[in-house]
Nanobody, 117 residues
Framework: QVQLVESGGDLVQPGGSLRLTCAASGRIGSYVGVGWYRQVPGSGRTLVASAAYSGAITNYADSVKGRFTISTDNDKNSVHLQMNSLKPDDTAVYYC??????????WGQGTQVTVSS
């Protein structure tokens, strides 16, 4: 079992920045994949960013390319999502996940990001 705890969600003005952190109970470097999804009320979760093979392969939703960056910190067993130039459409609950192996995925509890003036 892998425990994940997200933090860093907040209320921020449009154009601002936030850094989300996902702390894992195991060694981040041992997982085959990590990433972030987001969800707004009434909709399903959508992929924001992912990283596989210790960050060698990354993938971003078109809507966040050039603004968001996913990274991992093996020393602290954490995954980060740096979010810049935030827009009201980025408002959502953000969930991190890790794939301990392919097909074995664990989720965090979510953290709220609100972009509003």
């Amino acid at each position: 079992q892998v425990q994940l705890v997200e933090s860093g969600g907040d209320l921020v003005q449009p154009g601002g920045s936030l850094r989300l952190t996902c702390a894992a109970s195991g060694r981040i470097g041992s997982y085959v994949g990590v990433g972030w999804y987001r969800q707004v009320p009434g909709s399903g979760r959508t992929l924001v960013a992912s990283a596989a093979y210790s960050g060698a392969i990354t993938n971003y939703a078109d809507s966040v390319k050039g603004r968001f960056t996913i990274s991992t910190d093996n020393d602290k067993n954490s995954v980060h999502l740096q979010m810049n130039s935030l827009k009201p459409d980025d408002t959502a609950v953000y969930y991190c996940y890790v794939d301990r192996t392919w097909g074995e995925r664990y989720w965090g509890q979510g953290t709220q990001v609100t972009v509003s003036s």
